[in-house]
Each structure stands twice: as C-alpha cells, then as structure tokens.
C-alpha cells in the first residue's frame, strides 16, 4: 500500500499498534509501577539492553503510544514526550551542553524561551542572540565553543520567518545541532527535517492538542545528526547504535532526571485532539488570513505582522516553505486606539495568554507575556506597547470579520 497522508497516518497510528481488545485509542495507563516474574528483564530495561517499562516517570503505555504518533508528525526517529513545551526545551538543552558550552538563537523567541535562555547563561552556557532571518547573522556568531543552533519556523509575535533552509545548510556543514521549534506551524504545515533539522520541539499544548485541555511537550529527533561527532554524550548512553544515543540522553538525562513526565490522562487528550490537526489547522489558517487582510486595509490599524500578506518581509520564503502561513497575526493600533479597550470590545476573541486553541484568543503583547523583557528588548524585536497579538481559531469566518469590524469600527 502506498504511503498513506497525514491525517490518514494519525488517525490510525494507535490501532495499527494494536492496542489491548481492539480498541482504536490507547487506553489511559495509570500505572506508576511496572513488575517483571523475571528480576534479570527487570536490570535489562534499566541498562537498555530490553524493551520495557520501567517506572511512570521515565516512560508510559499511553504516553509511548503519543510519542510514536508525534514522530509519525514529523518523520523522524524517535521522540521524548514531556509535561509542556518549556519542559521539552529546557531539559533538552541542560541534557546535552554543558558549562562553556555556546548557542547561537534567533532573538526573536517566545518570551518563556528568552527567559529560559537567560537563565542559562547563569549556568556558564553562553548565548548569542542574533536575527535569524538571515543566516549570514547566524554564521558570523559561530565560535569554536558552538553546539547548538535555536531557532522559531515563525516567531511569536512579529511572525519573523527564520532563514530556516539555509541555517540547515550551515549547521550541517559547521557539524551543529539544528534545533527548531516548529509549534507554531505545527508538522501539518511544515517539515524541519526538510530543512535539515537534528532536533524539533513541539508544544503539544498548541496546535497539536488543540482543545486548550492540557498541557505537554515533545523534542523529535529526526535522525539527521551525527552523534558519534558529538563529545557532550556520556558513556553510558552510547550502548546503542550512535543514531540512538541523542534522544537516549535527553530521555534519561533530561527528562528522567528533571522529572517533567506528561500525566497519562493528559496525553490521551493530546492524542485525541491530534487526530484532527490538519481540519482544524487549515480552517483556522483561512480565517487567520482573511482578519489580516481586513487589518492591513483598515485606517485604524497601523501594522499587520503575518507571513500571509505580500508586504510581510519574508512572504515569498513563508509560501515556499509552508503549506499555509499559520494562524498567528499580531496589529499595531493607532496611538488614539486603547489596546485594552480594544481587545474589551471583541465578542468571540477571548482575552487569554494561549495559542492554537479552536477559539480565536487575542492578548496585548507588551503589558503580559512580554513585560518581564523590559522596553529595551521589546523595542529591539519590534514590539510596542500598542501590539495586540491573535491566535485566530475555527470560528466562522464570516462571524470573525463582523466581529472585527464592529470592534475597529467601520
């Protein structure tokens, strides 16, 4: 049978595992503990010699179950499911560098990410920040220390589109690790192993779970590193072949012993909504469109931030790259415009902090997520105090624009 689709391929992802009695969903596996008649089979799991279970924090039925169908997602080798996307990023990172070690990041990241990443520095990892839709930036902030290289497909707010198949070319050839984080277009939209990605971070919170029900996180290895080059690996994780030894010690050292481990019940509301990513994702895309494009022509509305429009810088490289431009947009209001009252004036766009829900959910970027930067860093990423940012959901289109017009006033 020839290769199936996406959706295909998620929606039956479980069934062809062929969990317990028939059913097409793994079950919830509660278990913390697992026993063994065998004591040996029990020491082998242990010294990954066996297939197994071991203990809930490590591994799970239903969270493998999860893992499996994320790297079915992105076509890769194996994946590492933790209890959200900061969970993913930070135990990953921790597990593989060391003190000395460099990153150079785009510096248009999340504001958990920047957060996280200046508290490394404090740990003795040092990182450049620099703007990543260029990779002559990225290059010339390379140094003898560098091992890893973090980069967002489309950054949050301002939708910069990284130079992301040329920063693959460089890593590959520098012998760098490519770490892309791919939540906001999710792998229904975009494939970071086309692009030579070694590590893809997802939020699982997002888009992939998609019902704003849970939380959770996963780093995909896509089999494209060689990790035998790497000389952070510790010895004990190299009893496999090398292709394995990079997701062995982010799944031992980062999250068994960080202990960030997704509650089963969790990654089955994760699984479930994930069977219908692409619907959603491709619906909410349209719709996300079609607010920009009211935006961009509205007189009250200084700036559009969305890869989808013709004047967004990195356009043509967004339509190369993704299937769709994505669901996030951010607008900068007239300065006679309160963003608050703004934002009060919506009826179905929620005030909330998420993104990829099915509701369309809107926030005003420099007074929440982005306070803790300071003026200075929001300045230099190109966010002002008036940015309100939407994560547009799979409302009716029809009743998204009125909602809109009535709130901007036409």
């Given at each position: 049978m020839k290769k199936k689709q996406f959706t295909s391929t998620i929606l039956h992802a479980d069934r062809e595992g062929r969990p317990e009695h028939g059913v097409l969903h793994k079950p919830i596996?509660?278990?913390?503990?697992?026993?063994?008649?065998?004591?040996?089979?029990?020491?082998?799991?242990?010294?990954?010699?066996?297939?197994?279970?071991?203990?809930?924090?490590?591994?799970n039925p239903t969270i493998d179950a999860l893992a499996n169908k994320i790297t079915l997602m992105e076509q890769g080798l194996a994946s590492v499911i933790f209890a959200s996307g900061m969970a993913a990023i930070g135990s990953t990172i921790l597990s593989l560098l060391r003190s000395g070690d460099h990153i150079v990041s785009s510096a248009f990241l999340f504001g958990n990410t920047n957060s996280l990443f200046n508290t490394l520095t404090s740990l003795g990892i040092e990182i450049t920040f620099v703007d990543a839709t260029d990779v002559a930036n990225v290059e010339a902030a390379i140094r003898p220390n560098t091992k890893l290289v973090f980069v967002e497909t489309i950054a949050n707010p301002v939708t910069q589109v990284a130079d992301l198949s040329a920063i693959g070319d460089l890593c590959e050839k520098q012998k760098l690790?490519?770490?892309?984080?791919?939540?906001?277009?999710?792998p229904c939209l975009f494939l970071p192993v086309d692009v030579k990605a070694s590590l893809i971070i997802n939020s699982l919170t997002k888009y992939?779970?998609?019902?704003?029900?849970?939380?959770?996180?996963?780093?995909?290895?896509?089999?494209?590193?060689?990790?035998?080059?790497?000389?952070?690996?510790?010895?004990?994780?190299?009893?496999?072949?090398?292709?394995?030894?990079?997701?062995?010690?982010?799944?031992?050292?980062?999250?068994?012993?960080?202990?960030?481990a997704l509650a089963p019940e969790a990654a089955h509301h994760i699984s479930v909504g994930s069977d219908?990513?692409?619907?959603?994702?491709?619906?909410?895309?349209?719709?996300?469109?079609?607010?920009?494009?009211?935006?961009?022509q509205h007189p009250k509305v200084k700036k559009v931030s969305y890869p989808g429009l013709p004047a967004h810088p990195q356009h043509?490289?967004?339509?190369?790259?993704?299937?769709?431009?994505?669901?996030?947009?951010?607008?900068?209001?007239?300065?006679?415009?309160?963003?608050?009252?703004?934002?009060?004036?919506?009826?179905?766009?929620?005030?909330?902090?998420?993104?990829?829900?099915?509701?369309?959910?809107?926030?005003?970027?420099?007074?929440t997520i982005y306070f803790e930067m300071g003026p200075?860093?929001?300045?230099?990423?190109g966010i002002p105090d008036s940015m309100v940012r939407f994560s547009i959901g799979i409302e009716d289109k029809e009743?998204?624009?009125?909602?809109?017009?009535?709130a901007l006033g036409t």
């Open positions: 596996h509660t278990s913390v503990a697992y026993g063994y008649e065998d004591a040996r089979e029990l020491a082998e799991v242990f010294q990954n010699k066996r297939q197994g279970y071991a203990y809930g924090r490590q591994n690790i490519y770490f892309v984080d791919n939540t906001m277009t999710s992939i779970g998609g019902h704003g029900n849970a939380l959770g996180g996963s780093v995909t290895d896509t089999g494209l590193y060689d990790w035998s080059s790497f000389d952070n690996i510790y010895d004990n994780y190299k009893n496999k072949d090398s292709a394995q030894w990079g997701i062995t010690q982010i799944r031992k050292k980062g999250l068994r012993d960080f202990g960030a219908t990513l692409n619907l959603r994702i491709r619906h909410a895309c349209e719709n996300a469109l079609a607010i920009a494009e009211l935006c961009d043509d490289r967004a339509r190369e790259l993704f299937k769709h431009f994505g669901a996030i947009l951010s607008i900068e209001l007239e300065d006679n415009i309160d963003c608050f009252d703004f934002l009060n004036s919506l009826e179905l766009i929620v005030s909330s902090s998420n993104l990829g829900d099915n509701r369309s959910l809107g926030i005003p970027v420099a007074h200075e860093r929001r300045t230099s990423m009743d998204l624009i009125a909602d809109f017009n009535q």
